[in-house]
């Protein structure tokens, strides 16, 4: 029983870091493009691409914060 809550903690850490590595690709994403958009002084498509990034931080500090706490059960 103890092992099947350490593999079913370990897959969730998994799902956890596979997430949060997609959020961090569109992060970056999303600043090359923010960057783009201040190059060719459209300063309000750059505003969108940064209040986009502030969503993904806000979720990206949430899985870290869950994977934090299944990494302390291990």
Known sequence: MVLDNKIKTLQKTFEIRAELSDLHWHWDMLIQ????????????KAQVALMQRATL?????????QLKKYEDTL
């Open 33 to 44: 493009l923010e960057q783009a958009h201040v190059d060719e002084e459209e300063y309000e």
């Open 57 to 65: 931080r806000r979720r990206i500090s949430k899985l870290e914060k």
